[in-house]
Every structure is written in C-alpha cells, then in structure tokens.
C-alpha cells in the first residue's frame, strides 16, 4: 500500500521507504482508513479541502515548524507574528474569510503556532458587546490591523470570579470622561495574551462607577502603545509577564492603568450605556451572546484540546510498535513493546478517550446550533442545560486531554522526555488548558448546581414535571432505574445499553446523594452557601459522573448512526466498548457501592476489557493513521509516519544549536579544572 | 509578612521546629543542615540568577561554574560527610541538574565498584578532584531498561592488546547520558565483551572520549547534546558514537572479569554485589520523590492562604482559597503524602546502611526482598509525586503556568524519575516477580519473611470473596493500625489474584512467558497494593514513635487521612473482596471531611516544618513571607523580555502588517 502524499513530505531521505514493523501493522486492513478519515472530518469534501490546505501551507518554507524545540521564547514570539503575519497576506490573497473552514484548518496545521490570537476575541468582543456605531468604527481598524487588540480580564489577584476583580472605570461628567484605573497591586491586568508586546487596544473589563453608583463590570476599550512607535501611552504600564511552561509564542502580559482617560464612547454600550450627564441605562439582556461563549467553548474543544491528546495518541503508538524492548518468550526477537498489555492499557484508553471526545463535541455543537434558532427567538429556557454541558465537557475534556497526553509521554520512556518527541510541548500545551476559559473545579461545580437543581425540581412535583420538561441531557434521572446490573458473561459488558445504563445508574445515585448530603446541612441549620462549601466534594463527583455518562451516551448514538460502515461501525465500537469500561474500572467503588455490580461482575467486566485491549492492538496504527495528522503538523521525530524514529531523532539532535555552537562554559570553568590533570602528567 | 499568613502562622497547634527536628531526624541534624545552608547564603559567591531568565546555554554555563566552585568550598568548608555534602549541594544547586553529577555518582562509583586497585589508582583521585570529568554511557538511542539487548560492541584484539569499540548501528548510539554532550572528557562504556570470536556479554570499559587541553572529540568518537528536553535544560544529555576506537586492554575493569592478555576470558565469581549500586539509587530516590511534592505543597499551600477568591455567602469578603472544601481535598491528601513518603524515605535510607553492613559481612540474604521493594517503592513514589506535583500545580490555577510558582521546574525536572533508574512499569513488575516468588513458596509450605510475611496467611484463610465474616477484623477507621490491616488484606488478597491468574494463564497458555505477559496488568496492581500497604504500615508506626505530643496529634490526623483517602481512591478493592462495607466507605468519606477540617488550621505550619529556604523553593508563589503579588510584578518586571518597551519585531512585522493590509 504506498503512503499518500501528502503525509510525508519532510524531504528526508528515509520517508521514502516506510519502517517495516510499522510498514506490516498495515498490512491487514480490517477497515478503510480514508473512509474513517472522512466521517472525522465530517464529509469528503472536508478531507479534500483540509489536505488542499495543509499542501499549501506545508510548501511554504515561512510556516516551517522544524525550528521551534530551537527556540527561545524571544524568537518563537518574533517566528509566530512572522507566520501570523503571512497567513493573513496569504488569507487575503486566497479569499479565505476569518470564520472560514480554510483557515480553521490552516491554524490546524500549524498546530496554533501563531502570535495575536487574541486579536480576533477582542473583535468579537466588540461585535457582540458593542453598539452599531461601535462596530462600524472599531471592526474594520480591526480587520485591516491598523490596531491589535487584546482582552483583559484576569488580574494579578483575580482569576474566575468575575465580581471580584478591582480595576475602577470612574465616569467624569465635566470632561465625558471615563478614568480607568488599577487601584491595587492585586488589580494589575494579568495573563492577557498579546498585551505584553503587541497590542494597541485593550478591552478591559472592569468595575463602572459614574454618579456615585457601583454598576459592576463592563467593557472599556482603552488605547495602550502610540500608533505612531508602539510606546506605552501615559499612564500606562505594560510589559510580559515572564517566562511560562509554554505558549512562548504568545505575549502574555501586564498592565497597570493609573488614572487613564479614555472617552466616553468608548464603553461598549449594547447592554448598558452611560449618559453624557452621567445617568446609567440598562439595555436589555446580554443573555443572547451566552450562546456564543457556550459555543466558543466546544469550538476550542474540537479545533485545539482533542487534536493534541489525538496527536499524543499518534506519537506514542506509532513510537510503541518501532520500540522493540525484551523478550515476550526467550526465544522470539525482542518485542514491540505495544505487543506488552500494559503498554496497550497505557495507551488505547487514551486513543478510545480521543475518539469519545471527538463525538462529544460534535454532537454538543450540533446541538448548540439547533438550539440557536430558540434563542434567536427569545426563548432562553434551554440556556441553563447549554450553559451545563458546555462547562461540564470542558472540564472533562481538559483534564483527560492533559492526563492522557502526559501519560503518552510517559509511556515514550526516556524519548518522551526529549523535545524532539514532540510531546513535552502537547503537554504543557494541553495543560494550560485546564485553567484558561474557566478553571475546572469552578466548571464542575457549575455543572452541578445545574444537575442538583434539575434533580430538587424533578423531587419537589413528580409527575407534574414529566420527564418531557426534563432537558434531554439529564432525562435518565427520572428514567426508571434497575438496582443490579443484569450483565452476567463478558459479551454482556459489550452491551452498549448495559453500561451506559451503569453510567446513568452512577451519576444518578450520586446527584441523589449530594442533593441529600446538601438538604441535611441544611435542615441541620445550616445556610444554603455553607451548606454548598461543605458538600463540593460530592458534588465534583456527580459532576463527573454525570459528564462522562453524557460522553459514553454520545459515542453509542454516533455508532448507530454509523450502520452503512459497518466495519468502521465495529472498530469503533470496540474503542466505545473500552471507553466505558475503562472508566468503570477504575471507578469500581462507585459501581459496587450499592450492589449494583457484584465482586463477581466486576470480574467478568475485567475479561471483557482485557480482551478488548488486544483487538484494538490490532488496528492501534490504523486508528491513529486516521486522525490524518501531516508529519509536518506532528512535529516528532518519534511520530512521524514512515516510523524511521532513531535516524531522525538523531538527525535532529545534530542539529540543535548545542551542537552548532561553541562551549563558551568550557573556556571559562572547565578547561581551569582538566588543565591541572595536564600540568601534573 | 502577609497578614493571611502571619495569622495562619500564630493559630497552628504546635510548633513546627519541633516537627523539622523529626524530620532531620535530630535537633543537632537541624542545627548543622542550617549551618551549612547559612554557609552558602552568606557566601557572595554563591549568588545565582534567575535560571527562569536564562537561554540554555546560559544555564549550562552556571550549572558548570557551580560545579567547579562547589569542589573548592566543600574543601574549605570541610564538608565530607555524605549527608552534609548532600545538604550543601541542595543549597548551593539549588533546583540546578549538575552536568558533572554523574561523575560523582556513577562514574566514580563504578570505578570503586569494578576496578581493580591499579585502575583506581589511575583514575580515581583525578576524577574526584574533578580533573578528569566521567560520565556513565549505558542506554542507547534503541534500547534502555533491557540490558541485554544492548548492540555496543567491544572486541578484544590480542595483536595489538586493545579493544576495538563500535556502534554497529544508529540504534546502538549512546543516548542520553548527563554531561556527555559537552562537558565529560571520560565516560564508562558498557559494550558487548567480545574476544577470541565469542560474546561474552556486557561490561564496563573506561573511554577517554575528548583530547585533553582542546577538549575536542577524539579520532573515531562522535558525541554532542541530544538537544532540548522537558526539563534539565542545565544538564547536556549527549550521544556517543564510536568508529573503530581503540583502548588498551587495561581500560576495561576488571575487578570481576578478565581479558588476558592472549584474549582469554575469565568469568567473574559472583554478580550479585553490583545490586548494590542500583539499590542505593533508587532508595534514594524515595528520598528525592518526597523532597520534591514537600515543595511543592508548600508552595500551594502558602499561595492558597494568600490567594482570595470568590466568596462561600454572599456579601462577605472573598474568602482564602484554601477554605474551600475542594481545595482542601485537593492538597491535604497530598501534604499526608508528602509526610508519609518522607518517613518511607528515611526508612530506606537506615534500611540500605544496614543491609549494607550485613552485605560487608559476606550476608546477602536480605538483598532479594530489598531489591524488590526498592523497585516497587521508586515506581510507587515517583508515579504518586509525578501526579501530584502537577495537581499542586493545577490548584495555583493560572499563576502556577508561570515559571515564577516554581512549579514547572519542579515538575519537568522531577518526572524523569518515573523512567530514568529502571522504567517504573518494569520496577513494579520486578516487585511482582518476588511477590509470585513468595506466594508460590508459601505454597510449598515455607514461610517467607519481612514485608510480605502477610502472604503466610493466605492459606488458612482461604478467602472468598463477598463474604464478610471470613474477615478476623472489623477495621476501626479511626485506627492507623487497623486501617495498616486494611491495606495488608487488600495486597494479599490483589497478590492472590495475580497468582492465580498467572496460574490459569500458564496452563492456558501454555507458556510461562506469554502467561506473564497477559497477566501483567494484575501482576502491577498487586504490587502497588504491596508498596501502598508499605507505605501506610510505615506511616503509622513512625505515630507511636514521636515524642511531642502536639506533633505527634497532628501527624496522626495527616497518617489518618493517607490511609482513608487511599480507601476512597480504591474503595472498588476494599468493597470487592469485603474488606469494608458499604457504610464504611460511607463513614470513611464523612470521616475525610473531618479531617480536612481538622487540618486546616494547621496546613501552613505543616509546610513550614519542612523548612525551606526561598532560594530552594525558587517561587514567587510559595515565598515565607507570603507577599505574592508584589513580587510577581517585580519578577516580571525583571524579566529579560521587559528589558525594553518596544520589542523589535514590532518594526520587523507588526509595522508591515498594518501597512499592507
């Protein structure tokens, strides 16, 4: 079978002849690889216009990532505004539009390596918060980067919560005036991305007070650096925020405000304006752009955290079937060492956990923008569920991202450790998400205030809140519920309808106990916030329960949707099978709690996984081939495609500037040392 | 000082210098450690910059220069103990990786170990005095933990009485050994012994790899940096090629094995003694794996006690975030941890000198159980630290993705440990193949000793599962004793398991190796219940031990809460085979909660009792006197990157960019 084109194409001398230990996991293919290529992307069409794409961007040297583990952060910034600065000549040049498919995926292929992202949130800040006279002023300096924009939020002491933060924007009616301000420390703009070097403008939230009044937190743009030589305006202090685990080609930065003036126009006003004479007027609900935030959420989900624990998963098992490491018996050659079953329980929950992610969040966009119309109209009522499964799938998918990219690495032995593998950099990379758009904990126990609230009013009115009115995420509360779990041989865990009822039986038990556990504080005296505090715990725990039975749900309605493919249907059906009793068993205090499974059960759910893990050994590479990662967008001399891992890691490490360079330490401390060996010989 | 911390500081229940004491295990231990850190701190020339600022080469080059400043001054401070040269380097490294480093500790070692006294004569003293520089080069780009399959080879040429040293292959390219790539001008070699047309496996043959007085590789030699890693950036990792390199006969070590002269082989008399070295690392290491999350939670701790957030009623002042019930139980569980594994360590540690003794006097027979639970014991530890320095730093929130919470560098410079000294999967299997060792020989009918003396019940008992009463204990969960009978019961029980289903595996299978490779799963679940039960049993009968009644209270709530939270992490096995019931597991989450709260007043003076200095921890988070947000502005205000207001890509692109669009 010859390699299409288009995923090897580094040039090297050894991408044209494919290793044979990752040559012959080709051989049998026991499902049309392209195929499931394009039920990922979403339709043919997709695939082909993604590949179009990826030639494109691949045959330009300037977009060229091979450099970047050589960097420092100086020179990755400087190296992803220079990209950053291409792609939009290239964008213009080609018609491709902000939202389009072309450059969602072009950013895919260079795995986000490019400076300004923040530019376009504050564009679509101001779209969404601004009046029509502000759009129509702002949104085209925007486009055209006559100025660059970024949106700052957090500050040095206040992260999540919203209320708290400090920075003041006083209303002075005698010169219609705001005077933006960082009161404290604690106040200073933290973390924006793009406002250490490179914005003009910023979008800075902070506290209104005009005629005496505090009116809480709105949006300011306020002009920083000179149009003229991109200095600090004054009153203004603005810089980097220093080194960080990664995202060096992103300007994190500082901004102290003292006492900035900024007109009066330029508070966005489509929600809330203030008067020249000072007077605050409230306009409407922002409860419509909640959508857009909802949405934006999983839009990162599926164009940024899931490709990288994708790519981990390709990294990593591509490395585990080269590796060779022991002997299975004394007499074979040493084995591969995905041929070793902890490495396969290592790594295949991961790759089932990618492809559950994947149908998860395209089936909640899905849903998002079914639910758009509703909204469109007025109708807010499915906001809360929305609101519940985005911060939910965010958390969940966060936090297994960065675990599982973390265990790849790990399971890359000594190799993972090095750059070259490309995998320090998911990782840290993949990390950072699970505090940024909201910090996980915080998003859980969103989730399940929603879950407890849902749950008290299905309590409080039984059949007058029929399970119609129930959103449809959180419908199996009220379903009826078995107390055993009928599963008795290990071709009954393969059942999708035995465990994803186990999954429903789980997170229902625990939504019951924590709403229990709350009612009893309460009843006992204590305050409902007390009372919260006091029961988080359990809530996280429902909370999780709850997200992944929703994950496990999604994945078997996406198989059945799969039934004119049935071999795809099969394979991916195994990765659904594991996903779910993958997360059984290592949560089996949950399900043998309450007798739902017995010792005996659980034992039997262990065959079946077992099994599992060695028919999807078989079809590892095949899997990972699917996900259609260019070597280029991989970046790993462990991951690339043609399996020649150790020519080009150590082809690389000559590279680097280590070995380019001279030993100035060697001049300076070691040759004192050595020399005094020499002069007593 | 932060006033958040100042209260948390007067409102602890007991004093934590009385707590340090415990764990340099005396005062006069304390006293010393201090003097020799005061050495450092008050010396100008140990002031060091930020290594968060720096380019790797800058690291590299500070990371060389205290190297070659620390022979001086431990020479003039008088520091040859192996403890005080251990507390002096922690200090005056800082979180600095030496490149030389592995000339002390293998290199060196090594030489001792298999040298023969003429060869240590040649070579020791120059390499302690650091005017040779060695390294150890044993991994290979293909191959690591499998020794055997390592392809280096070195044949014997009697003609000429040399050995011809070769990398037959890109896989056989030494990889990653420290201080290889620019620094070392020796390095051991392991090689394939090859002579008169027979292999007669690995050993360890001394290289000169660099020409003294230009320090370029020598004819034949390949070598340089692997290039840029996760972490020890300071440290230059390299690869070693070799073409056709000639040593005389007299580099290869031969305190065991021979080459004669003519080519003849002679077998060394026994292997076992070279054990000895890889015991002593990975108990170390235990040590290490402690040391490490006690950093860390003391930087998540403090910056929890500092950090508001949010608010519990509304109307009220944002509450410190470590009053949250989530954070509690995000770090409690892993400050019990931290304790638990620094008591585990100093049990290796006096374990190793002991058996070290006894080994000095020709009594090897409590190697194998040693060498088995150090193995499981450095996976065990490093796979528990690696996952819970990142959760210390997931509870700093953004700040800890800052290199100023220090909690980065402590994580990419610490999960090495889970791979390097033996892959921790291959260590707990290690630790598996004793306890089936064990098990089967307690089923011929002999008993076994030390930690896994519990395997002699096992045939009375004749367990079955689900049913209670077969049980001879109810655990007490406010009992470490009982809840150390918890733990002992679930690792007989999960080593069973594995046993049995090796046994049922053999037969099926009908090979014993592809039995343990289908089994492997299990047999690693065994062997954390073994190390978790060692742990805890460690744990609580360090409590009895403390003198200071209030030290001693608050340890035994943190050993409480090891042990209780283990059960809620694995309640599966504790409910599986009816070792707790369901109320109990109910009972043991109440009873958690408790705990957090009892902790909570105490968290700070926890951490202070490990006694860090600032320049230790090297985070603006985790700073004494708490005050946080005044100096991240300073760090960063220091930052290189700020050196001037307009960055110069600013005139290279974003000029441009605006102009042409």
């Known amino acids: 079978m010859g390699s299409p084109v288009h995923r090897v194409s580094l040039g090297d001398t050894w ?25 990922l992307d979403g339709g043919a069409q997709n695939t082909a216009l993604r590949r179009k794409v990826e030639s494109i961007i691949h045959s330009d040297p300037v977009f060229s990532l091979k450099d970047n583990y050589f960097m420092t952060q100086n020179e990755h910034y400087e ?11 290239l964008a213009q040049r080609l018609g491709w539009s902000e939202d389009s498919r072309e450059l969602g995926y072009a950013y895919r292929s260079l795995s986000g390596d490019l400076a300004l992202g923040v530019h376009n949130i504050f564009l679509k800040s101001i779209r969404s918060l601004g009046s029509e006279e502000q759009i129509a002023k702002w949104a085209p300096l925007c486009n055209k980067f006559q100025i660059i924009g970024t949106y700052a939020q957090t500050e040095l002491g206040h992260g999540t919560y919203l209320q708290g933060l400090e920075t003041e924007a006083t209303y002075d009616a005698a010169t219609q005036e705001f005077v933006v301000h960082s009161p404290t420390t604690t106040a200073i703009k933290w973390w924006p991305g793009g406002l250490g070097w490179s914005a003009t403008h910023a979008l800075v939230q902070a506290q209104l007070i005009c005629s005496g009044a505090r009116q809480g937190m709105h949006a300011f743009i306020v002009p920083i650096r000179s149009l003229q030589d991109h200095s600090a305006l004054p009153g203004i202090t603005v810089g980097d925020i220093g080194p960080k685990m990664e995202f060096d080609h992103m300007d994190n930065g500082f901004l102290q405000l003292d006492h900035v003036r900024i007109p009066r126009e330029n508070m966005l006003s489509r929600f809330a304006q203030v008067l020249p004479d000072g007077t605050y007027i409230k306009l409407g609900t922002a409860k419509a752009n909640y959508l857009t935030m909802v949405v934006t959420r999983v839009d990162i989900l599926l164009g940024e955290v899931i490709p990288m624990l994708e790519k981990a998963c390709v990294i990593a098992i591509r490395y585990s079937v080269v590796r060779r490491q022991f002997r299975i018996r004394p007499s074979d050659p040493e084995a591969k060492i995905l041929d070793y079953q902890t490495q396969q329980q290592k790594l295949l929950p991961q790759l089932a956990t990618a492809y559950a992610f994947h149908f998860l969040a395209s089936s909640l966009l899905e849903f998002f923008h079914r639910s758009y119309s509703s909204i469109l109209d007025k109708d807010f009522s499915l906001l809360p569920e929305l609101h519940a499964l985005s911060a939910g799938a965010k958390a969940m998918v966060t936090d297994f991202c960065a675990q599982g990219a973390e265990l790849c690495r790990r399971a890359c032995g000594g190799h993972g450790y090095s750059k070259l593998s490309g995998l320090p950099s998911l990782v840290t990379r993949v990390a950072a998400s699970c505090t940024y758009e909201g910090e996980n904990t915080v998003l859980y126990l969103q989730t399940a205030r929603f879950l407890v609230k849902i749950y008290l009013q299905a309590q409080e009115s039984p059949g007058s809140t029929s399970q119609r009115s129930l959103p449809q995420s959180v419908a199996y509360l009220t379903a009826p519920d078995q107390t ?21 039986h789980v997170a229902t038990r625990l939504i019951k106990d924590s709403a229990h556990h709350l009612q009893t504080l309460m009843k006992s005296g204590a305050d ?4 919260w505090n006091q029961t988080t715990v359990i809530h996280l725990q429902a909370a999780k329960a709850h997200c992944y039975y929703v994950t496990v749900k999604t994945f078997t309605e996406a198989l059945e949707k799969l039934e004119s493919e049935p071999a795809i249907q099969q394979v991916l059906k195994r990765l659904c099978d594991l996903y779910a009793l993958h997360g059984i068993l290592t949560n089996t205090g949950d399900f043998l709690y309450d007798g739902f499974l017995s010792g005996a059960q659980i034992d039997v759910a262990r065959t079946a996984y077992l099994d599992l893990l060695i028919l999807i050994r078989k079809d590892a590479i095949l899997l990972t081939d699917a996900f259609d990662f260019t070597d280029q967008c991989l970046n790993s001399a462990l991951g690339c495609y043609d399996g020649n891992v150790y020519e080009r890691l150590f082809h690389w490490a000559q590279k680097a500037p280590t070995n380019t360079q001279g030993n100035p330490a060697y001049e300076k401390y070691l040759r004192p040392l050595l020399q005094r060996w020499r002069s007593r010989l | 000082m932060n006033q958040d911390l100042r209260k948390e500081r007067a409102a602890a229940s007991f004093n934590p210098e009385l707590l340090t004491h415990v764990l340099d295990g005396s005062p006069e231990n304390t006293r010393r450690r201090r003097e020799i850190e005061n050495l450092i701190l008050k010396d100008p020339d140990f002031q060091h910059e930020d290594l968060n600022f720096l380019t790797r080469s800058q690291r590299y080059e500070v990371a060389v220069r205290k190297s070659a400043t620390t022979v001086e001054k431990m020479r003039k401070f008088g520091i040859a103990d192996p403890d005080e040269i251990m507390w002096f380097k922690k200090l005056h490294l800082v979180n600095f990786v030496e490149p030389v480093g592995l000339n002390y500790s293998m290199f060196i070692p090594t030489l001792l170990n298999q040298g023969t006294t003429a060869q240590q004569e040649k070579w020791l003293l120059s390499s302690q005095r650091l005017e040779i520089i060695g390294t150890y080069a044993q991994t290979e780009l293909g191959h690591g933990t499998h020794l055997r399959g390592l392809e280096t080879t070195a044949t014997y040429d009697p003609e000429t009485q040399e050995f011809i040293l070769n990398s037959p292959t890109v896989t056989s390219i030494k990889w990653w050994p420290g201080g290889l790539g620019k620094t070392s001008n020796y390095a051991i070699v392991l090689a394939q012994l090859i002579t008169q047309g027979k292999c007669y496996g690995l050993h360890a043959f001394i290289v000169p790899i660099r020409e003294l007085g230009t320090h370029k590789p020598l004819p034949g030699i390949t070598v340089g940096d692997i290039g840029p890693k996760f972490g020890y950036d300071e440290m230059d990792n390299g690869y070693l090629k070799m073409d056709n390199y000639r040593i005389p006969r007299e580099n290869m070590l031969m305190k065991y094995a021979q080459v004669k002269p003519d080519g003849t082989y002679v077998k060394p008399v026994s292997n076992k003694l070279t054990y000895g070295t890889m015991v002593f690392i990975r108990s170390f290491l235990v040590g ?3 040391r490490c999350l006690s950093k860390a939670c003391t930087i998540a701790i403090r910056y929890s006690a500092v950090r508001h957030q949010s608010e ?21 569980p892993l400050l019990a941890t931290a304790y638990a594994f620094q008591f585990v360590g100093a049990y290796m540690k006096e374990t190793y000198h002991r058996i070290n003794k006894d080994i000095g006097q020709g009594d090897l027979s409590e190697l194998p159980e040693l060498h088995a639970l150090t193995a499981g014991l450095k996976a065990f530890t490093s796979w528990t630290v690696n996952a819970a320095i990142e959760a210390c730093r997931m509870a700093c929130g953004g700040h800890g993705y800052s290199h100023c919470s220090g909690l980065p560098n402590i994580y990419v410079n610490f999960t090495p440990t889970c791979t390097f000294e033996g892959e921790n999967t291959v260590m707990m299997l290690q630790t598996a193949r004793f306890l089936m060792k064990s098990y089967d020989q307690v089923h011929s009918g002999k008993l076994v000793c030390g930690m896994v003396s519990y395997l002699n019940d096992l045939p009375s008992q004749r367990i079955q599962p689900q049913q209670v009463a077969v049980w001879p204990t109810v655990v007490d969960i406010n009992s470490p004793d009982s809840l150390t009978e918890a733990y002992r019961l679930r690792a007989a029980r999960l080593v069973e398991i594995a046993a049995k289903n090796l046994q049922a595996e053999v037969i099926h299978r009908k090979s014993k190796e592809v039995a343990w490779n289908l089994t492997s799963i299990d047999l690693v679940r065994a062997s954390e219940a073994h190390c ?3 742990v805890v049993k460690l744990f609580s009968e360090k409590i009895p031990q403390i003198q200071e009644k209030s030290v001693q209270a608050v340890l035994r709530n943190l050993c409480l809460l090891y042990s209780l939270y283990g059960i809620c992490q694995k309640a599966g096995d504790f409910l599986q085979w009816g070792i707790m019931t369901e109320s109990q597991v109910t009972q043991v989450n109440e009873r958690i909660k408790e705990l957090l709260t009892a902790i909570r007043p105490d968290a700070v003076a926890l951490v202070d009792a490990f006694d860090f200095q600032d320049v230790t921890l090297g985070s603006v988070l985790g700073r004494y006197d708490g005050n946080v947000y005044e100096n991240m502005f300073e760090w960063a205000k220091k930052s290189p990157l700020n050196k001037t207001e307009v960055h110069e890509s600013y005139h290279k692109h974003l000029k441009s960019l605006q102009s042409k669009l």
């Open chain 1, 15 to 39: 991408s044209k002849q494919v290793h044979p230990d990752i040559q012959s996991e080709r051989h049998m293919q026991s499902f049309d690889v392209e195929q499931l290529t394009k039920i």
């Open chain 1, 79 to 89: 190296a992803a505004l220079k990209k950053k600065f291409h792609i939009q000549m």
């Open chain 1, 484 to 504: 055993r779990c009928p599963a008795q041989r290990a071709a009954d865990f393969l059942h999708p309808e035995h465990y994803t009822m186990a999954w429903a």
């Open chain 1, 528 to 531: 409902w916030h007390e009372a």
């Open chain 2, 288 to 290: 290490e794996a402690a």
């Open chain 2, 312 to 332: 519990i009623k509304p109307g009220e002042p944002e509450p410190q975030i470590l009053d949250y019930q989530t954070q509690q139980y995000k770090l409690f």
């Open chain 2, 532 to 534: 978790h039960y060692v």
